[in-house]
C-alpha cells in the first residue's frame, strides 16, 4: 500500500475520508521482467515466464501487478492561487509544483473540469524526463483512478515527447493525453516544471477546458485519491487494479509508426549512408535522446556518434534545452568549424522543436517551413497529393506567404499557439505550418514535432541529392539560396528579453498600445511609413472563436514589420519579444548578415518602444 503522506505532505490522517473498503494482496511476481528489445539479459523461459505468459508478453503485454479493487480516499485541499493554464499548460517552478497539494488540485480540476465524459476512458501519460516527473506520474495515476478513468497508458520509465503523445493518442484512439514538460525552459528542483492535457485528436487542450479547470482550481475542497501501489515505471507490461488499468508501453512506438506513414526510410537510409554525407544531432540531454539512437542510428543507419547528449538527464545535464544560436552553443561550434558536418539538428527539452544548420550555414525558422512547403510535394511521399494549405503564426516572416501564393494554395496567419494550427487540420484545411519559435510541423500528429522536421530536411536533401555522385553534394546552403532566388529572401531576426520584471514589461507594451492606437496609414516611424498599426486579433475560420491583443504590430509598406509580444512559456517574469522583418529580391544582397540587413529597422524598434528605458536592458538575452 502506498503511503499517501509521502503525496500529500503534511496532510494528517484526519483529512482523509476512505469510500470503499476492500483491498487485496499484491502479485508481483513477474514486476522486474524487462522486454526492451535492446537490454533484456535473460531469455523469459530462464526468468521462470509460462508458455501462457510469454504468449501475452508476445502481444505486447504482461499483467505484472493486479489488485481485486482498492480504496478511494476523500482527501481535503483549498484551492491555490496562481493556477491558471494557458496554451502551453501550467508551467511554474518546480519547488512550486512539490508544495502541499500543488499539482494534485490541478489534476482533480483538470477531471473535474472534464465531467463525466472522461470516466472509463483511456488516457496517455508522459514527459521529457525532467525532474519530478517520476514522482508526479504517482500523484496523477493515483488521481486518475480516484476519478473514474479505465486505464492510463504511460511511457516507459516516464518518457513521452510531446509530438509522440499526440501521435499516441491518434494511433491508439485515446481520449487524451497528460503531457509533464515545461518545453524548452530548464529543469531541476529549482528551475522549471510543467503539465498539460492535449485532447482527442492529440492537440492542446482548447480553452473550454482550459478555463474550466482554472475555475475548479479556485473551488476546489477534496481529492479524489486512489490508494493504490507506486507503479514501476522502468519495465513494459500491464498492471491492474480492479477496474483500473496502467500499462507501460514503449513510448517509441506509435509516433515511429507516424513518422514511416510520412517518411520514405529507405530513401532517408541510402542518404545517410553516402560517404560524402555526416550528419550530427544534438538531443541536449532532453526527452529526443531517447528517440535519436533508434530512429537515426537504428533505423536510417548513421553512426553511432552522429547522436551527441543523447542521454536524458533530469536536469538536462545543466543546460538549457532551447535549439537556438545561444543556447546549442556546442552544436553551432561544430557546425560553424572547418571541417563542419553536411547537416546539423538539434531538438529541446520535449521534442517538439528544431533547429537545421547546414555546413557553416543556419536556416531560420521561418525560412525552415517555408523550403519545407515549397519542397513537400517532391520530396515528401505523405504530400504527393499536394498541400490542403499552410499557415503560420503571426509574428513568424512572411516567407511562407511568398511560397503559397506561388503554389496558389490557403494561407493562414494564426495568434502564437499550435491549438490554433490543430483546428485548420481538424478541417482539412492545412498540411504543414510552423512558428518562429523553432517549431515545425504537420497534419500528421496535433503538435509542433521536431524529429519531423529532421526528417524532412534529410528527404529534401535525399531528393535533391539522388542523381548527384559522390563529393558533388547538393547542400543545405545551396538549397536555400536556390529557394530565395525563387521567392526572394525575408530578412528576419527575434529578440528575446528573459526575466524581465513584469510591471516594466506591461508599461512598455501599454506604451506601444498608445502609439497604435493614435497611428494613421503613411505616418512615418523613424523614416518607415505605417501600412498598418494593431495589436492583433485573429477569427477563426473554423469555430469563429476570437483570440484579441495577440501581440502589437506595425506593418510598414515596404513590407517591413515590428512586431512586440509578451511571451507566456517562461516560468517567472515575463519573456519580452521583439520580432523585425524586411524583404529583398535584389540577389545581391542575400548574402548579407540579417543583422545588417536589419540595422536600420531594429534601430527604429527600440527607439520607438523605448525598451532599454522601460526595462534597464541594454541587449536581449538571445538573438535568433
Not at 547537416?343 to 531560420?364: C, E, P, W, Y
Not at 494593431?534 to 512586431?563: H, L, M
Amino acid at each position: 500500500m502506498s503511503n499517501l503522506s509521502t503525496l500529500i505532505p503534511n496532510r494528517s490522517s484526519s483529512g482523509i475520508t476512505r469510500t470503499t473498503a476492500t483491498v487485496s494482496s499484491l502479485n508481483q511476481k513477474f514486476g522486474s521482467i524487462h522486454r526492451s528489445r535492446r537490454y533484456q539479459k535473460k531469455s523469459l523461459q530462464q526468468r521462470g515466464v509460462s508458455s501462457d505468459q510469454q504468449q501475452r508478453l508476445a502481444g505486447g503485454v504482461l499483467c505484472r501487478a493486479a489488485m481485486d479493487t482498492f480504496t478511494v480516499n476523500k482527501v481535503a485541499t483549498k484551492p491555490i492561487d496562481g493556477q491558471k493554464t494557458g496554451t502551453s499548460g501550467l508551467r511554474k517552478k518546480t519547488n512550486v509544483f512539490m508544495s502541499e497539494n500543488y499539482l494534485a488540485n490541478w489534476i482533480q480540476s483538470l477531471f473535474l473540469a472534464l465531467g463525466d465524459e472522461a470516466k472509463g476512458q483511456t488516457i496517455g501519460l508522459g514527459g521529457d524526463g525532467r525532474y519530478f516527473n517520476k514522482q508526479a506520474v504517482q500523484i496523477i495515476l493515483k488521481l486518475a483512478a480516484g476519478n473514474g478513468v479505465k486505464k492510463v497508458v504511460v511511457g516507459q520509465n516516464g518518457f513521452m515527447a510531446t509530438p509522440a503523445m499526440s501521435a499516441l493518442i491518434r494511433q491508439r484512439g485515446l481520449y487524451g493525453g497528460l503531457i509533464m514538460s515545461a518545453s524548452h525552459n530548464p529543469a531541476g528542483p529549482d528551475e522549471d516544471w510543467g503539465i498539460k492535457f492535449n485532447y482527442s485528436s492529440g492537440e492542446p487542450a482548447p480553452e473550454k477546458i482550459t478555463d474550466k479547470i482554472f475555475g475548479f482550481t479556485q473551488s476546489i475542497s477534496e481529492l479524489m485519491m486512489a490508494d493504490i501501489p507506486d507503479i514501476d515505471l522502468s519495465s513494459v507490461g500491464v498492471s491492474r487494479f480492479g477496474d483500473f488499468e496502467v500499462e507501460v508501453v514503449d513510448y517509441t512506438k506509435e509516433y515511429f509508426d507516424t513518422l514511416k506513414e510520412v517518411f520514405d526510410f529507405d530513401a532517408l537510409k541510402k542518404f545517410v549512408s553516402r560517404s560524402d554525407v555526416k550528419f550530427v544531432f544534438d538531443a541536449m540531454h532532453a526527452i529526443t535522446g531517447a528517440y535519436a539512437e533508434p530512429l537515426f542510428v537504428d533505423a536510417l543507419g548513421a553512426p553511432a556518434d552522429s547522436i551527441r547528449n543523447s542521454v536524458p538527464l533530469e536536469d538536462f545535464g545543466g543546460g538549457h534545452p532551447d535549439p537556438n544560436l545561444t543556447y546549442a552553443k556546442e552544436l553551432v561550434d561544430i557546425m560553424f568549424s572547418s571541417n563542419a558536418p553536411t547537416f546539423g539538428a538539434a531538438s529541446d527539452g520535449d521534442g517538439d522543436r528544431n533547429m537545421i544548420l547546414g555546413n557553416n550555414f543556419f536556416v531560420t525558422p521561418s525560412d525552415s517551413v517555408a523550403v519545407i512547403a515549397a519542397n513537400a510535394q517532391e520530396c515528401i511521399p505523405y504530400f504527393k497529393n499536394g498541400l490542403k494549405g499552410v499557415a503560420r503564426s503571426m509574428p513568424t516572416s512572411a516567407a511562407l506567404d511568398n511560397v503559397a501564393n506561388d503554389m496558389g494554395i490557403p494561407f493562414y496567419e494564426t495568434p502564437t499557439g499550435w491549438k490554433f494550427f490543430g483546428n485548420l487540420m481538424d478541417a482539412d484545411k492545412c498540411s504543414i505550418c510552423g512558428e518562429e519559435s523553432f517549431g515545425t510541423g504537420a497534419d500528421h500528429v496535433r503538435e509542433k514535432d521536431g524529429l519531423w522536421a529532421v526528417l524532412a530536411w534529410l528527404s529534401i536533401l535525399a531528393k535533391k541529392n539522388e542523381n548527384a555522385p559522390e563529393g558533388s553534394l547538393v547542400s543545405i546552403k545551396d538549397i536555400v539560396n536556390d529557394h530565395w532566388k525563387k521567392f526572394g529572401r525575408n530578412f528576419y531576426s527575434r529578440y528575446d528579453y528573459e526575466g524581465v520584471e513584469s510591471e516594466s514589461a506591461n508599461k512598455m507594451m501599454a506604451h506601444l498600445q498608445q502609439i497604435v492606437d493614435s497611428a494613421n496609414k503613411g505616418d512615418a516611424i523613424c523614416g518607415f511609413k505605417i501600412d498598418t498599426a494593431d495589436n492583433f486579433t485573429y477569427t477563426d475560420p473554423i469555430d469563429g472563436s476570437v483570440a484579441k491583443n495577440q501581440g502589437i504590430r506595425f506593418v510598414f509598406e515596404d513590407g517591413s514589420r515590428i512586431i512586440f509580444r509578451l511571451s507566456g512559456t517562461g516560468s517567472a517574469g515575463a519573456t519580452i519579444r521583439m520580432y523585425i522583418e524586411t524583404y529583398t529580391k535584389d540577389a545581391s544582397k542575400f548574402e548579407l548578415d540579417a543583422q545588417d540587413a536589419l540595422k536600420d529597422i531594429i534601430n527604429a524598434a527600440l527607439e520607438t518602444s523605448r525598451l532599454q528605458e522601460f526595462t534597464g536592458r541594454d541587449k536581449p538575452t538571445v538573438i535568433t
